[in-house]
């Protein structure tokens, strides 16, 4: 009967030492809400070009055609003076 008691007290013992802890349970936090917003609408009014604007376009095209036209005269006029002056010296 010692020797019964003195397994039991061992095995006590053992399992005293042995004795694991508890497991821990973790809850994981809620992910903070996430807050969807709509996209801005795209304006409904659709910008389009003045026809001022348009006219002002047109009028300092026409004005840069004329532009260039003149200076291609000034350039045949220079071209002429100079034939000119050529002509002269001789």
Request: glycine share 2%; charged share 20%; net charge positive.
């Amino acid at each position: 009967m010692n020797k019964s008691i003195f397994a039991a007290v061992a095995v006590v013992a053992v399992l005293a030492a042995c004795d694991k802890p508890a497991p821990v349970v973790v809850t994981p936090s809620s992910p903070p809400p996430v807050v969807v917003t709509p996209a801005p609408t795209p304006p409904s009014v659709v910008v389009t070009p003045a026809p001022d604007s348009m006219k002002s376009a047109d009028k300092a095209a026409d004005a840069a055609k004329d532009a260039k036209g003149s200076a291609m005269d000034a350039k045949g006029s220079a071209m002429d003076a100079k034939d000119a002056s050529k002509d002269m010296k001789k």
